[in-house]
């Protein structure tokens, strides 16, 4: 059986269509990552209100999945889009109220250069396996001012790996790149790609940075 392509198909749109799990991303060696599929369904919780507050202007979600923060920012009065490679999430982000495009971070965007707030929430700085890579292209996004939130892992770790989204039943999508960072290597990342940590918190268990670029 030919894997499907990732994100995009089998398992990941079966569990974003149900609303659940279980969801995985599997490493080559079987180790298993667990994807919290029926919080990114629900309403934001205590964690996500942390970053809602710190949300400033217009807001781009990257990766945004089923849609949650960018429904609850519209709700506030931000103009906020979330752009995702999967239909389905993007689908999902416009039943919830929200507003999306499917399109990967690395192809031309709106708005280039005049965000005032972006979001890599849920893991999504391990897009593309490359978060120096990933922060250079923020740079680009990002109004010269703008908040770049991120959530890192709540351990220490620094790691790219190939992996497969997988339903943990014999399901599986094709391979690529990921990576893992905690509050340390991004800061490093960070620092190396020209931005600062002007702010770090933790809520239920999650770990969360703001960088901003450096004078």
Known sequence: MTAAPAWTADPYTLALRSGRGPLFLR?????????DV??????????????????????????CGPGRLVAALAARGHRALGIDVSPEAVARTARAGGSALHRSVFDPLPGEGRW???????????????????????????????????????VDVDERCEVRVADGRGGEGAP???ARVGVLAL????????WTRTEQWTATGRAFVELRRSA
Not at 124 to 153: K, S, Y
Request: proline share 5%; hydrophobic share 40%.
């Open 176 to 178: 690529f790149t990921w």
């Open 187 to 194: 800061t490093a990342h960070a620092t190396a790609t020209g």
């Open 27 to 35: 490493r080559g060696d079987g180790w298993l990552l667990p994807l």
């Open 116 to 154: 005032n707030t972006a979001l890599l929430i849920d893991g999504n700085i391990g897009i593309g396996g490359d978060p120096a890579a990933l922060l250079g292209r923020m740079a680009q996004v990002l109004a010269p001012t703008g908040a770049l939130i991120v959530e890192c892992e709540d």
């Open 38 to 63: 029926e919080r990114w369904c629900e309403a934001p919780d205590h964690a996500d209100r942390t970053v809602l507050g710190r949300c400033r202007g217009t807001v781009l979600d990257i990766g």
